[in-house]
């Protein structure tokens, strides 16, 4: 099962040129499952079901924070999250449906997590570089941990604006303490804590975990730079892994 995640930058229609190869890249890499940040509400998958975050305070309604693709089958969320806290707009909630005997399922999550100077542009969070990620952080950790089925394996990824290794430009070393302690309390291994940044010089702030059972042979995520025209199509690498499922499912 192949995953990716990217941020495709300021939530491009997929009637854009930009959006038109953004979506071509995205449909060349075969993946199952994509976790999009920076989306648009009426991004075109194609064949694949499309969900995506509740709307963002302040931003026109077409531009939400994530979104989850996927051709294979949703199953129903047991929980509906509340729209008074802040967080609830940068969290996408999916169930995937595989079939056969428990766990037949595996809950999916996309994240955006705040950056420096968040606030200004996202209303409702505390003030606080720290402070406005954990915030976040926080709440979307209570959400899928209410959300999740028992024995249920997880796959959540995002934008989550934050290293999980140094150096940490523009981000914190509490951050990546809580970020750590989040995929520790999940049960999660992240793929990414070692992948390269967009800029090759500092590692990643976009990242794909999963639950320890659905780790393939190669649990590293790989790197790449879509391009366009000499330039980089995003100002995020994008990122995907080839997983396994575990053996009930």
């Not at 992948?195 to 999963?210: F, K, Y």
């Amino acid at each position: 099962m192949r995953i990716g995640t990217w941020n495709l930058k300021l939530c491009p229609p997929t009637t854009s040129d930009r959006g038109r190869a953004i979506a071509s890249w995205l449909d060349d890499q075969a993946a199952d499952l994509w976790l999009l940040t920076e989306v648009h509400r009426d991004w075109d998958a194609g064949r694949r079901q499309f969900v995506v975050s509740p709307p963002r305070g302040g931003s026109p309604a077409e531009k939400r924070w994530a979104g989850i693709a996927t051709a294979l089958p949703l199953g129903e969320l047991r929980t509906a999250g509340t729209e008074a806290h802040a967080g609830e707009e940068g969290l996408c909630l999916a169930r995937v449906e595989l079939g056969g005997p428990a766990p037949s399922s595996v809950l999916v999550a996309c994240s955006v997590l705040p950056w420096k100077s968040a606030g200004q542009y996202w209303p409702g969070l505390p003030t606080g570089q720290v402070g406005e990620f954990c915030h976040v952080l926080d709440h979307h950790v209570s959400r899928i941990a209410n959300e999740r089925l028992p024995g249920e394996p997880l796959i959540w990824g995002g934008d989550f604006n934050q290293q999980l290794t140094p150096p940490f430009w523009f981000t914190t070393v509490a951050g990546a303490a809580a970020l750590h302690s989040a995929f520790d309390g999940l049960g999660l291994v992240a793929l990414t804590e070692k992948a390269q940044h967009l800029n090759g010089t500092s590692c990643a702030i976009d990242h794909l975990a999963v639950s320890q059972e659905l780790l393939g042979d190669e649990p590293v995520a790989l790197v790449h730079r879509p391009s366009r025209d000499g330039g980089p199509l995003s100002d995020h690498a994008a990122y995907t892994a080839d997983i396994g499922l575990p053996t009930s499912l």
